[in-house]
């Protein structure tokens, strides 16, 4: 996204930035709702059905009084643009709704990402605002320290951490895991086929191991989480079933210093 800038770096950028936001709304734990963010911040959020995607961003751009101080490091946040609202279709599931707001939210925020990085985003690839709004919202719903803190103290059970995070979908909630213990792989498979996979931190995951296919299995025949070790390898499943749709996510850890089991980059 930015190559130039160290992973540590960028992150520390996107961690500043959501410890702001929160802060300007005055957010002191979990389930974060984006919609309470966005008002805090002095944002409008509106239905717009028309429009093709789930929401956007939408600033009028007003001259700044003489002598206002654009020098704040937290100015773009605490201060938006005159009339800033987010456009926002209708959508059942409130998880979507929730992440289309908190992208926004990230849109509206990504100034101070490349602020804090001392990039020109006139001078940054195209894609580069967008991954940041992703990355943005993704943190927003799932706060670095709070996140952590609470996957390690349950263990990262799925479903104890989705009670907790109620307005992150399941999905967001596991993908985020791999920003942390470095021995993680997460598969989703929808409808019996495998459908994402990935290991921490950009490591190339093996093929699916005959114990992860017999949790996932297992879970997906019998709609119960499922776990399993074996050779090092700890494997759980959790089903995520609605009426014409069985989603499963798998989670694997190296459990010991058996050796590598990812192929670095």
């Given at each position: ?154 263990d990262w059970d799925l479903l104890a ?73 700890q494997v759980r499943a959790w089903p ?26």
């Amino acid at each position: 996204m930015l190559p130039e800038i160290p992973a540590e770096q960028f992150a520390a950028a996107l961690d500043d930035t959501i410890d702001a936001v929160l802060r300007a709304a005055s957010i002191q734990a979990p389930p974060i709702d984006a919609f309470a963010a966005a008002d805090a911040l002095g944002i409008v959020v509106a239905r717009d059905d028309d429009q093709h995607g789930r929401a956007r961003y939408v600033r009028l751009r007003m001259p700044r009084a003489r002598g206002a101080n654009g020098g704040g490091r937290e100015s773009l946040i605490i201060e938006p643009p005159a009339k800033a609202s987010i456009l926002l279709r209708a959508d059942p599931r409130h998880e979507r709704r929730e992440w289309a707001v908190a992208h926004e939210l990230g849109e509206h925020a990504a100034l101070h990402v490349f602020q804090r990085l001392g990039v020109d985003p006139r001078e940054a690839p195209a894609a580069a605002r967008e991954s940041i709004a992703n990355h943005l919202a993704s943190r927003l719903l799932l706060p670095t320290s709070w996140f952590q803190r609470d996957g390690r103290g349950c263990d990262w059970d799925l479903l104890a951490l989705k009670q907790r995070y109620a307005t992150a979908s399941h999905e967001l909630i596991a993908r985020r895991m791999l920003d942390f213990e470095s021995t993680t792989i997460v598969t989703i498979c929808d409808q019996g086929r495998v459908a994402f996979r990935r290991a921490a931190f950009g490591r190339r995951p093996p093929t699916l191991s005959p114990v992860e296919n017999d949790c996932w299995q297992a879970a997906h025949r019998c709609g119960q989480a499922d776990r399993r070790t074996h050779r090092g390898l700890q494997v759980r499943a959790w089903p995520i079933h609605e009426p014409g749709w069985k989603r499963e996510i798998v989670r694997t850890e190296l459990c010991d210093d058996s050796g590598d089991y990812c192929d670095s980059d």
